[in-house]
């Protein structure tokens, strides 16, 4: 069993799709982990040897944040943007989309499952 960064890889997936199940690896860097290390793409995680394995836990210590600390990282910054008071910041603060998305049709994601609001259909028939 392949276990990076505190992940156990799952056996039978191609290893730059496996490589993705860490928390900040995507598509990309799991591409250039794979051509920096000469490992195939398209193989299988199962059929990896211990070497390869350990070059794979190695390289992602030594250039990558993941896990964790990226995380950590992350919630720290948005910390940090609610303590100063920005723009930024309060949107996290009162959870709605941070980048200037639209709120009025949209964005159920961050405002959540809509509620529905008794009697609002009744006055709109009214007028």
């Known amino acids: 069993m392949a276990r990076i960064s505190g992940v156990n890889l799952p056996l ?54 993941v896990e964790g600390d990226l995380r950590r990282e992350i919630s720290l910054n948005i910390k940090r943007l609610r303590d100063l008071g920005t723009y930024r910041g309060t949107r996290h603060r009162k959870k709605l989309p941070v980048r200037g998305q639209r709120t009025s049709s949209n964005a159920r994601t961050r405002k959540g499952k809509a509620i529905a609001i008794a009697g609002k259909k009744l006055t709109m028939a009214k007028k």
């Open 12 to 65: 039978n997936k191609q290893v730059h799709i496996a490589l993705q199940y860490i928390y900040g690896i995507g598509d990309h860097y799991a591409d250039k982990i794979c051509k920096e290390l000469n490992i195939e793409k398209s193989k299988r995680v199962n059929s990896l040897t211990d070497d390869e394995v350990l070059k794979i836990r190695e390289l992602i210590d030594e250039k990558f944040t």
